[in-house]
Structure formats: structure tokens, C-alpha cells
């Protein structure tokens, strides 16, 4: 399965949880749905000002 193919599943999907962890080790979890694929690789988009983005 290349990049594409995974885009097209997780857009199918629609909404897609992506689960990170802050600098104490504690988790979050946000709903994303921007995605692109660039070079043969999966992107997730979010605003350089979120915590997210760090």
C-alpha cells in the first residue's frame, strides 16, 4: 500500500485520531481531517500556533 492509498482509507474514514504526548509523557488526542500527500508521504496539517504543532 503506498501513501496515496492510505489518504484514500483515511478519507474515506472521514475523521482520524491522532494521539500525541506533551513534554510531561501526558496524552492527547485530537480529531484531524486535513491531509495531503507530498513526495510518496503522508501530511498531517495543523496551525503553528497549537500545541499540536510543537
Do not use: W
Request: a negative charge; one cysteine or more; aromatic letters at 8%.
Amino acid at each position: 500500500m503506498n501513501a496515496q492509498d492510505c489518504l484514500q482509507m483515511l478519507r474515506d474514514i472521514k475523521d482520524v485520531s491522532f494521539a500525541t504526548a506533551d513534554e510531561k509523557g501526558l496524552p492527547h488526542n485530537r480529531i484531524i481531517d486535513v491531509m495531503i500527500v507530498e513526495e510518496n508521504r503522508l501530511v498531517f496539517c495543523t496551525g503553528r500556533g497549537k500545541d499540536f504543532y510543537r
